[in-house]
């Protein structure tokens, strides 16, 4: 038991301990419970991972180092990656909903957003759009009010394969009061595309072959050809995490 506490102290990983003492796995997790249960075991809880992991990532570290240095599994870190990312919105938005309530109702203000979001515009056409760019651009879109610079960041979010983001934000303006009829329609219609597409994305992720995806998500073949491009440049983009390689242009999907 003091021998797995060591090792488990050290981030060595179950099967390493199996082999090293010469027990089977059960055995080890077995242990681990035990010590656990004892509270004899000094290692970190979910949150403490969370934030060394975010540490280190913010340090530049890839994960192929952030295994090394912490006997965590490469699937692990890239779970907790995802978390941290998830958790890095909610303040985004919390920071965006703030802004808006100072800045609501004020009109030179407004105008400034106005011609923001024209510049913003321009910039897209010309694929010079961000993604640290989205956060002021939702900002600048809530306090104008207007469908275009509503579906402006919708489109946005579907180019940085930000799928839920999409689909939370449409359905908050799917019956706003200012909008017509006919633009309400568009922005049900824009909500059902993203989660067409994010349906596919998962799919996609999940190893299904091309015909099941297209039957059960409703992609076409051309949708469908972009989306997986979108996952093997995110993919790619996960392995590469703390490296400063530049974002590539991808194909875009219409609404």
Same mark, same amino acid.
């Given at each position: 038991?003091?021998?797995?506490?060591?090792?488990?102290?050290?981030?060595?990983?179950?099967?390493?301990?199996?082999?090293?003492?010469?027990?089977?796995?059960?055995?080890? /997790?077995?242990?681990?419970?035990?010590?656990?249960?004892?509270?004899?075991?000094?290692?970190?809880?979910?949150?403490?991972?969370?934030?060394?992991?975010?540490?280190?990532?913010?340090?530049?570290?890839?994960?192929?180092?952030?295994?090394?240095?912490?006997?965590?599994?490469?699937?692990?870190?890239?779970?907790?990656?995802?978390?941290?990312?998830?958790?890095?919105?909610?303040?985004?938005?919390?920071? /965006?909903?703030?802004?808006?309530?100072?800045?609501?109702?004020?009109?030179?203000? /407004?105008?400034?957003?106005?011609?923001?979001?024209?510049?913003?515009?321009?910039?897209?056409?010309?694929?010079?759009?961000?993604?640290?760019?989205?956060?002021?651009?939702?900002?600048?879109?809530?306090?104008?009010?207007?469908?275009?610079?509503?579906?402006?960041?919708?489109?946005?979010?579907?180019?940085?394969?930000?799928?839920?983001?999409?689909?939370?934000?449409?359905?908050?303006?799917?019956?706003?009061?200012?909008?017509?009829?006919?633009?309400?329609?568009?922005?049900?219609?824009?909500?059902?595309?993203?989660?067409?597409?994010?349906?596919?994305?998962?799919?996609?992720?999940?190893?299904?072959?091309?015909?099941?995806?297209?039957?059960?998500?409703?992609?076409?073949?051309?949708?469908?050809?972009?989306?997986?491009?979108?996952?093997?440049?995110?993919?790619?983009?996960?392995?590469?995490?703390?490296?400063?390689?530049?974002?590539?242009?991808?194909?875009?999907?219409?609404?």
């Amino acid at each position: 038991m003091q021998a797995i506490k060591v090792l488990v102290e050290a981030n060595k990983k179950n099967k390493e301990i199996a082999e090293i003492r010469g027990i089977s796995i059960g055995t080890v /997790v077995r242990y681990k419970k035990i010590l656990r249960e004892q509270n004899n075991l000094n290692t970190l809880n979910y949150e403490e991972k969370i934030q060394l992991v975010g540490k280190l990532r913010n340090k530049g570290k890839k994960i192929n180092q952030i295994e090394k240095e912490t006997g965590m599994s490469r699937s692990t870190i890239i779970r907790y990656i995802k978390k941290i990312k998830e958790q890095e919105r909610e303040k985004l938005n919390e920071k /965006v909903q703030k802004l808006y309530e100072n800045f609501y109702g004020q009109t030179d203000t /407004v105008k400034k957003f106005e011609e923001y979001l024209t510049l913003c515009k321009e910039r897209y056409e010309q694929k010079m759009i961000d993604e640290k760019d989205l956060i002021a651009i939702k900002c600048a879109a809530i306090s104008t009010q207007r469908y275009e610079n509503i579906v402006f960041y919708i489109k946005l979010c579907i180019r940085f394969n930000q799928f839920e983001e999409a689909i939370k934000f449409a359905h908050d303006y799917i019956n706003y009061e200012t909008f017509s009829q006919e633009e309400k329609e568009k922005i049900k219609k824009s909500k059902e595309e993203c989660q067409k597409y994010f349906k596919a994305i998962n799919m996609i992720k999940q190893k299904i072959n091309d015909e099941q995806i297209k039957e059960i998500s409703g992609v076409s073949k051309v949708e469908l050809a972009i989306l997986k491009k979108k996952v093997e440049k995110q993919d790619n983009k996960d392995k590469k995490i703390g490296s400063n390689g530049e974002n590539e242009n991808s194909e875009e999907l219409s609404l």
